[in-house]
């Protein structure tokens, strides 16, 4: 079994996307997916790239993907990476390539002189919450994440 790691090109979106429906899916959040795909494509591949993708393949085959993009901290005074989505396809679990995605971020954090890999993790998720607990990740129990969107965030715009 061979486990490789590629940055995603624009041909990948078709796939980026069934991911991110996979994922939500498994999340029990698919009532919440409502992104266009040629506006993902877009904000992906466009001439500013807001996020990006590596594709986890397995034998050639891509059975999962890691969503990223740079964040700030300022106490760091240092870049950082934040992990949006990270999804392995039910029968890849185990092969080690939630591992071999999260470790890629890791490199790219060293070489691009970030602080921190962070990212959130649903709190029912107890299987996720070990295995990233096991790779050295510690929960943030301090910190509660805050969210303004939809009407609210118009709202605030506007003010």
């Known amino acids: 079994m061979t486990l490789a790691i590629r940055p995603a090109t624009a041909a990948d979106l078709p796939l980026i996307a ?3 429906r996979d994922l939500a899916d498994y999340e029990k959040l698919a009532h919440e997916v409502r992104f266009d795909e040629a ?4 904000k ?3 001439p500013r790239p807001y996020a990006e993708v590596v ?3 397995i034998d050639g085959a891509p059975q999962g993907f890691a969503l990223f993009f740079h964040n700030f901290s300022t106490f760091e005074g240092r870049p950082g990476l934040y992990l949006e989505d990270l999804f392995v396809r039910p029968e890849a679990r185990g092969s080690g390539l939630g591992k071999a995605l ?3 971020l890791a490199t790219l954090c060293a070489i691009r002189d970030c602080a921190r890999l ?4 649903l709190d029912w998720n107890s299987p996720a919450i070990g295995f990233y607990q096991s790779l050295g990740a510690t929960l943030m129990d301090e910190w509660t994440v805050m969210r303004v969107d939809g009407e609210a965030l118009a709202r605030l715009a506007d003010s």
């Open 18 to 20: 069934q991911f991110i």
């Open 44 to 46: 992906l591949f466009g």
């Open 39 to 42: 506006a993902l494509g877009e």
């Open 55 to 57: 594709i986890g393949e």
């Open 102 to 104: 999260l470790a890629h």
């Open 118 to 121: 962070e990212w959130s993790v």
